[in-house]
């Protein structure tokens, strides 16, 4: 192939990636290497040091990054939305979350609760916990991690209920995505996509992220738990 890129990406935008990205290579003949991580975790990686061609994250992250001079700000391109929500193990009975009282009654009742620490979901979960008066209730049942899927831990059975973005649940072996949060305690969280300042191939890196916002590729992510944002 020719001239490879590098990509760091959002663990949420894994499955449309792992989607999309072969079909650009075959298209242009140019190999992709990305590498996911949370949101938290990449800007320390950036911070260490690390660069490369093109970046997706969320919007407000992308921004400081751009403030900073790290991104090129003009090249911040929009590609997704997606909000939060939560999964059970296959098989097993669906909470009721419909409401924001269902959501806390189910959140008490569970044995234990899975999220991320570092990633934007956990993060907004830990806060919502608080507005909701219940954070030490579910802190000593929980089961975490930095960043990374959470379906892993509920489909092995060491976590009841995993919440974590929709497009890093739907889809997911050994796990049923139950809803979303109640619309009152939801988040909206937009995906972005940018260059970096420090590229030599700031031309091929904005190809890249046109091929990403190709509409005939919305039904991708629409199934992999993200929507238009049109």
Do not use: W
Not at 20 to 47: G, K
Not at 105 to 115: D, F, G, I, M, N
Not at 128 to 141: N, P, R, S, T, Y
Not at 166 to 177: A, D, H, I, Q, T
Request: aromatic residues 4%; proline residues 3%.
């Amino acid at each position: 192939m020719s001239s490879s890129l590098k990509l760091i990406a959002s663990t949420g935008m894994n499955a449309v990636l792992q989607e999309l990205l072969p079909l650009y290579e075959a298209q242009v003949n140019r190999s992709v290497s990305v590498s996911y991580d949370s949101s938290a975790l990449i800007l320390e990686r950036l911070e260490s040091g690390e660069t490369a061609d093109a970046i997706v994250l969320t919007r407000d992250t992308l921004e400081a990054l751009a403030q900073r001079g790290i991104v090129i700000a003009k090249s911040l391109t929009n590609l997704a939305k997606s909000g939060v929500g939560i999964i059970v193990k296959s098989g097993a009975q669906h909470p009721d979350i419909a409401s924001e009282v269902s959501f806390r009654k189910t959140l008490e009742l569970a044995k234990s609760v899975a999220h991320t620490t570092a990633g934007a979901s956990g993060i907004y979960f830990m806060n919502l916990l608080e507005q909701l008066d219940i954070q030490d209730a579910v802190k000593a049942k929980a089961i975490t991690q930095p960043g990374g899927r959470i379906a892993g831990l509920v489909s092995s059975g060491k976590a009841e209920i995993g919440v974590q973005l929709e497009s890093e649940l739907v889809g997911m072996p050994g796990v049923e995505y139950v809803g979303p949060l109640p619309p009152t305690l939801q988040m909206e969280i937009i995906f972005s996509a940018g260059i970096f300042s420090s590229s030599a191939k700031a031309t091929l890196a904005e190809e890249l992220i046109q091929f990403l916002c190709k509409p005939e590729y919305a039904a991708v992510y629409c199934k992999n738990g993200m929507g238009s944002l049109g």
